[in-house]
Every structure is written in C-alpha cells, then in structure tokens.
C-alpha cells in the first residue's frame, strides 16, 4: 500500500518562506519520479515542480527562481522549499508519486498567503 502524506502547509505573509514535506510509505521511492502540483478553488491542478529519479528538476514558469523541489531517498521523503510567496500561491498542494506507469496522490495541504 502506497501512502503520501503532506506536512508543512500554513498561512504566511506574502514575501515570507514555507517548506513542505511528503513521506511516502512503500517500497521504491528513490526509482519514483516525484512531484508537486497544487489546485486554487475554481481552477485547474497545476504542475508546480517535479525531480527524477536521478535529481533532475523542472519547474512551472510561475515559480521558477523562487521554489526548489528535493528529494532524500534515505528519508523516502520529498521536499519543496518555498520562498518570495506570492497571494497567487494560494492553493492547495498535492504530492504526486509516478513509478512504473502506476501514479499516486497524497490528500493535499493547504497553502495561503495573505497580502
């Protein structure tokens, strides 16, 4: 049974820095392309920030220079760093597991950030 949970969300004012945290349970975490993607009310879920197996990272253009995504396989744990929070950021944030075609999602936590 896979499980992802998310810590780490909060309210903080624009400018101001948050670190999530995903722990995934499980075997094959460190051969799992992992993910970050978030869903403001009344819109889509969006890709945030994704990183390989092998710790290549990619990033949505929005958040690009200002978040870093992470992972620590000994932890089977994933990151994101979130730094010059921006209103826009607001969302809930979704940790995203992909290992051999077979996808994963933890139940979210919420992000606000207040002008």
């Known amino acids: 049974q896979v499980q992802l949970v998310e810590s780490g969300g909060g309210l903080v004012q624009a400018g101001g820095s948050l670190r999530l945290s995903c722990v995934a349970s499980?075997?094959?975490?460190?051969?799992?392309?992992m993910g970050w993607y978030r869903q403001a009310p009344g819109k889509q879920r969006e890709l945030v920030a994704t990183?390989?197996?092998?710790?290549?990272?990619n990033y949505a253009d929005s958040v690009k220079d200002r978040f870093i995504i992470s992972r620590d396989n000994a932890r089977n744990t994933l990151y994101l760093q979130m730094n010059s929070l921006k209103p826009e950021d607001t969302a809930n944030y979704y940790c995203?597991?992909?290992?051999?075609?077979?996808?994963?999602w933890g139940q979210g936590t919420q992000v606000t950030v207040s002008s």
């Open positions: 990183i390989t197996s092998a710790g290549s990272s």
């Open positions: 499980g075997r094959f975490f460190s051969t799992s392309a």
């Open positions: 995203h597991r992909n290992w051999a075609g077979q996808t994963y």
